[in-house]
């Protein structure tokens, strides 16, 4: 009956989309089921600069969960540089993240959970 149960939560399962709105103070609207294990953004060099893909040590800002985590429709929209509830900033270590600069082309990754896929990776670039 348990794994019932379980089964039929994952029916309402939706997928996991991301689109951005603005450009210097972008704003991610979340839609989906999927709940947020980090989100991180890079700067134009990333491409030129990362050892290995989605190298997190290359990141301009990164968030993380502070202890579990949250559905990605529930934190949603998230805007550049402003935390939000329940997340933490790993990277920069001290301080808001440097500005973007129009004209300039960024990326972001989103790594999200889904209920029967597990963990999923969003790559996209704007700019």
Not at 40 to 59: C, G, I, T
């Amino acid at each position: 009956m348990l794994v019932l149960i379980a089964l039929c939560g994952c029916q309402r399962e939706r997928r996991t989309t991301v689109n951005i709105v603005g450009q210097n103070g972008p704003e991610f609207h979340f839609r989906g089921s999927g709940t947020l294990a980090y989100f991180a953004v890079y700067s134009p060099s990333y491409p030129a600069q990362a050892r290995e893909p989605n190298d997190l040590s290359q990141a301009i800002w990164l968030v993380v969960p502070k202890q579990e985590s949250k559905p990605v429709e529930e934190i949603s929209p998230i805007r550049y540089a402003v935390l939000p509830d329940g997340y933490a900033q790993e990277k920069p270590g001290f301080g808001p993240p440097e500005p973007l600069m129009e004209g300039k082309q960024y990326y972001f990754h989103v790594r999200y959970q889904e209920c029967s896929r597990g963990f999923r990776l969003l790559c996209h670039t704007w700019g």
